[in-house]
């Protein structure tokens, strides 16, 4: 299992390398370490260009990258996502949903919890909507989008009129 927090946890003292390393500090084979590695550097091509950057001097859509890569580097068979969009412009938003979509699509299961719940239901098979920490919603992501009750009380749309 990865873990990825909210906040974009990293140490901001260590460069992006360094931090990917932590990542792996498990695998002891280092031709996969070395194929995890390429297969972030694939995702994040940005990550790659600023290898010896210090994680510090990271805008938070890089820092967002790069702790989805350091726990990625451990190759997961689930990665889980704590608001993976909190405090992201929205093109950093829709640049990060997409390489979740990606990592799902290369057989990683995806457990996301994320506020955004429009974005996140766009980007899932299934859903659970919870409020007060009642599940209120549940069911397939697509059906969950249409529903307008969900729409008019968590999508921010109008119902029907």
Request: without cysteine; aromatic residues 6%.
């Amino acid at each position: 299992m990865g873990y990825v927090p909210q906040g974009k946890a990293i140490f901001p003292h260590m460069n992006i390398r360094e931090h990917l390393d932590i990542g792996a500090w498990t695998e002891k084979d280092s031709e996969k370490r070395d194929s995890m590695l390429a297969m972030i550097y694939n995702l994040f091509p940005r990550l790659e260009e600023r290898r010896t950057q210090k994680a510090g001097t990271l805008s938070g859509g890089e820092r967002q990258m790069l702790s989805i890569g350091r726990a990625l580097m451990s190759s997961p068979k689930l990665l889980f996502l704590d608001e993976p969009s909190f405090g992201l412009s929205p093109l950093m938003v829709n640049a990060v949903f997409r390489s979740i979509k990606e990592i799902n699509q290369k057989g990683v299961t995806i457990l996301l919890v994320e506020q955004n719940a429009k974005k996140a239901l766009e980007n899932s098979k299934t859903g659970y909507v919870m409020d007060m920490g009642k599940i209120i919603f549940e069911g397939n992501s697509l059906v969950l989008l249409a529903d307008e009750k969900m729409k008019l009380s968590y999508l921010g749309g109008k119902g029907k009129t």
